[in-house]
């Protein structure tokens, strides 16, 4: 087979297993986000942070511990912790080992601790002790990035800056094919602005806790259950998942009867 021909049949790096690229128009993927947006609200009619929190602290925190950790372990470890520390000089003044331990099941407990420890101290420093609600004041604290501000100012203070791409938000965009600019489901840069192109600003917030509700519930990483999914129509990944598990079990067979007739005419020649 020419080369041109193998790379065309070869998938391509931008087509993940279990998701399908579309050709359409800027204003089709607008029309079709904007579906899909209709579908979820159905569906999840109260979208919310998981991240359990009562105030701009405790979701400044909690979002710093939720970094490589599910949030259900955080939700376990925040209400001891915010109970011995309940203001941002309490965090400033806090004693590592003690923060750590509190921390510890979250993973990277130390590093987590010691931004915690100097976030606290940059919002007495400079913020009156309050957590600030723009982006350029919320990255000037030790462990906030980008993410970080847009669940705070999103979840929070209700202004939508940008989407905080984690890994739901990052594999659904991929299977609704919502980003066109980025390969992968981890390049949430490109991700975030390909969202923020597609759907409308008032609502990016919400997307995003939606998004990650339907990948919890239905459109799982490993498996996603298409068959109970009221989003087929609007998705052009519907199915593909077993669509490849099916044709990667074929190839297997394939391989496996190869190998075997190779072998059996290597002992006959012997
Ligand atoms: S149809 Fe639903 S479950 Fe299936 S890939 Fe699309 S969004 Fe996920």
Redesign the pocket.
């Known amino acids: 087979m020419p080369s041109s021909k193998k790379a065309k049949k070869k998938k391509t790096g931008t087509q993940k297993q ?2 399908r690229k579309l050709r359409e128009s800027l204003t089709k993927k607008k029309d079709r986000a904007l579906k ?1 947006l209709g579908e979820l609200e159905r569906l999840y009619p109260a979208p919310e942070c998981a991240l359990t929190h009562e105030s701009a602290l405790q979701l400044l925190v909690a979002t710093i511990l939720s970094a490589q950790c599910t949030d259900e372990r955080v939700n376990m470890v925040t209400p001891a912790l915010f109970d011995r520390y309940n203001s941002a000089h309490a965090f400033a003044e806090a004693e590592t080992a003690e923060l750590e331990s509190l921390v510890q099941s979250t993973g990277f407990y130390r590093n987590k601790a010691k931004n915690i420890i100097g976030a606290g101290q940059v919002l007495v420093r400079d913020f009156n002790s309050d957590v600030p609600d723009n982006m350029d004041d919320l990255l000037t604290l030790p462990g906030v990035a980008r993410k970080t501000a847009n669940v705070i100012l999103g979840t929070w203070f209700e202004k939508n800056e940008g989407f905080v791409v984690d890994t739901h938000i990052g594999r ?1 965009a991929h ?2 094919d919502l980003t066109w600019s980025s390969r992968d489901s981890k390049d949430a840069v490109k991700i975030e602005r390909d969202l923020m192109e597609v759907f409308p600003q008032d609502r990016w917030t919400d997307v995003g806790h939606m998004f990650i509700l ?2 919890r519930a ?3 990483a490993r498996k ?3 068959d ?5 129509e ?8 077993e669509k490849d598990a099916i044709a990667k079990k074929k190839s297997v067979t394939k391989n496996k009867a190869k190998r075997s007739k190779v072998s059996k005419s290597g002992k006959r020649s012997n």
């Open positions: 279990g998701s899909i659904l299977r609704f339907h990948g239905i459109c799982n996603p259950l298409c109970q999914c009221t989003l087929t609007s998705c052009p990944s519907a199915f593909e998942h």
